[in-house]
Nanobody, 122 residues
Framework: QVQLVESGGGSVQSGGSLRLSCSPSGYTYNSYYMAWFRQAPGKEREGVAAIGEDGTTTYAESVKGRFTISQDNAKNAVYLQMNSLKPEDTGMYYC????????????????WGQGTQVTVSS
């Protein structure tokens, strides 16, 4: 059974930083494309960052230069380092996994975590 467990969310002021973690289990980790998505109240879920098994990364324009996605194969974990946070970054952040590398930031991933809340105040 595939499971994705997120952690690291919280409340910060504008300009602050947070680091989200995702711990996948139940499948061959390196054969999946991993991504972070977020969803604000009343808005559609949007892709934030994705990383392939070869380390190739993709970012939404709104977070380029501020967020960094990374993976630790030894710890079987994926991270999202978020710096210079803005109020518009507020939302529920989800970790996702899928073997289809071409999805990148499309919200059609097959496996999803329960989400971790990020709130940025001005």
């Amino acid at each position: 059974q595939v499971q994705l467990v997120e952690s690291g969310g919280g409340s910060v002021q504008s300009g602050g930083s947070l680091r989200l973690s995702c711990s996948p289990s139940g499948y061959t980790y390196n054969s999946y494309y991993m991504a972070w998505f977020r969803q604000a109240p009343g808005k559609e879920r949007e892709g934030v960052a994705a990383i392939g098994e070869d380390g190739t990364t993709t970012y939404a324009e709104s977070v380029k230069g501020r967020f960094t996605i990374s993976q630790d194969n030894a710890k079987n974990a994926v991270y999202l380092q978020m710096n210079s946070l803005k109020p518009e970054d507020t939302g529920m952040y989800y970790c996702a996994a899928d073997p289809r590398w071409w999805l990148q930031l499309q919200a059609k991933y097959v496996y999803w975590g329960q989400g971790t809340q990020v709130t940025v105040s001005s």
